[in-house]
């Protein structure tokens, strides 16, 4: 079975401008979380979305948001970069909502964003 | 708001050593509790978790850890690490009806050969 794939793998952008990435989860798995890595912060949820709803969301601004498709597969924007958005993006996937109970968690490689 | 701390940021062993790495969360409902590991240029595995049932939890290549309710904890341990267990470790926890994974801030752990 596929693992959760995201693209791009590796981007550059520069302040002001806007970014969307991508995440598909494993097959069958309704679940999509996104997660912001830093060196400072350490890994900080951004938000989850289950069968097209959004489910919760972290304490990011309203520059950070998201959808997710009828096929599960999940996009995440982050329009007006700045400096500190700077990261490495993971996404996961899991069969359930995090809510539910064994709602375990399979993370993909993350795409790291670099904004100048 | 619920926490989890971790309380060692860098850890460093020899081979053949025990590893014991602690996580608290503050949380005092039902909480579902995960290490995962992250490998020098690699993603996030999970390690073991935690559901229901037997407190003692055995993962994968070796690992352990043990939930105990009273002291909010769930630490980590391997009796004998290997230099391929050099990582990044991370404990995280979720709560019912709660729909996010909180994470701690991650233990580096340098197994010297």
């Known amino acids: 079975k596929a693992g959760v794939t995201q693209t791009p793998r590796y981007l550059i952008k520069t302040r002001g401008q806007q970014v969307t990435l991508s995440c598909s989860p494993i097959?069958?798995?309704?679940?999509v979380s996104w997660y912001q890595q830093t060196p400072g912060q350490g890994l900080q949820f951004l938000f989850e979305?289950?069968?097209?709803?959004?489910?919760n969301k972290g304490n990011f601004p309203g520059r950070f948001s998201g959808r997710q498709f009828s096929n599960s597969r999940s996009e995440m924007n982050v329009s007006t970069l700045e400096l500190g958005d700077s990261a490495l993006y993971l996404c996961?996937?899991?069969?359930?909502?995090?809510?539910?109970?064994?709602?375990?968690?399979?993370f993909g490689p993350g795409t790291r964003l670099t904004v100048l | 708001a619920q926490s989890v701390s971790q309380h060692n940021h860098h850890v460093i062993l020899s081979e053949a050593a025990s590893l014991e790495l602690g996580c608290n969360y503050s949380y005092g409902g039902t909480v579902n509790l995960f290490w995962y590991v992250q490998y020098p240029g690699q993603h996030l595995q999970l390690l073991l978790k935690?559901?229901?049932?037997?407190?003692l939890v055995k993962g994968i290549k070796g690992f352990e850890a043990e939930f105990i309710k009273s002291k909010f904890s769930f630490n980590l341990r391997k009796p004998s690490v290997q230099w391929s267990d050099t990582a990044e470790y991370f404990c995280a926890v979720s709560r019912s009806n709660d729909y996010k994974l909180s994470f701690g801030a991650g233990t580096t752990v340098t197994v010297r050969a």
């Open positions: 996961a996937s899991s069969l359930f909502t995090l809510a539910g109970p064994n709602n375990e968690q399979f």
């Open positions: 979305y289950f069968s097209e709803t959004q489910r």
């Open positions: 935690y559901f229901s049932g037997d407190p």
């Open positions: 097959s069958g798995h309704r679940s």
